[in-house]
């Protein structure tokens, strides 16, 4: 059995170096170049599960191979956009100005609970945001207070959550 694994891990690299050509392609045509190494190592995955998985009465390897790794790059350029959309880098001190269970002075708690007033959110969902965000609360802490479960707390985040976003991209 080992000789088998051996003999497929040597049929590997000469794969790999048939077709780094077609890789370094790939990243070239996408301008990689500033994660290449990164990409070049999803490439080499991608080709090696495509070996793996190759059935040669489906066709010609070359073909499955640039199609899997195309498909595979793809989806890590996707899955990093992804990521950057929806994380912004942000400096320390301005994590700890924006950190939930802040103290706000008087002036800062007016201006955000007028805020939330003007919102178009319902009245459990302000109640969360006013808990979780302003004292920073847990959701077994706001269940508690409201006398609801933990699972009812988390359903007033998440459509609060999705109503603040949706009011986000039409300012933005």
């Known amino acids: 059995m080992e000789k088998i694994e051996y003999q497929k891990d040597v049929e590997f690299e000469e794969i790999c170096k048939q077709f780094e050509p077609m890789i370094y392609g790939l990243i070239r045509r996408w301008n990689l170049g500033s994660d290449k190494e990164d ?49 912004v880098p942000v400096e320390p001190m301005q994590m700890g100005e924006t950190c939930p269970g802040i103290v706000f002075n008087e002036e800062e708690r007016v201006i955000l609970y007028d805020w939330l007033e003007r919102t178009s959110l319902t009245t459990r969902e302000k109640d969360w945001v006013r808990e979780a965000l302003f004292h920073g609360h847990k959701p077994q802490e706001i269940a508690d207070k409201f006398g609801v479960s933990v699972t009812t707390v988390k359903t007033w985040r998440k459509t609060a959550l999705k109503k603040l976003r949706e009011k986000r991209e039409e300012l933005f």
């Not at 599960?49 to 066709?59: K, P, Y």
């Not at 956009?81 to 929806?86: D, G, K, L």
């Open 39 to 87: 990409y070049i190592q999803t490439a080499r995955i991608a080709l090696y599960e495509a070996w793996m998985r190759h059935d040669g009465e489906l066709g010609a390897f070359p073909a499955y191979a640039k199609s899997y790794v195309y498909g595979r790059i793809q989806q890590s350029l996707e899955k990093k956009e992804r990521w950057q959309t929806n994380n």
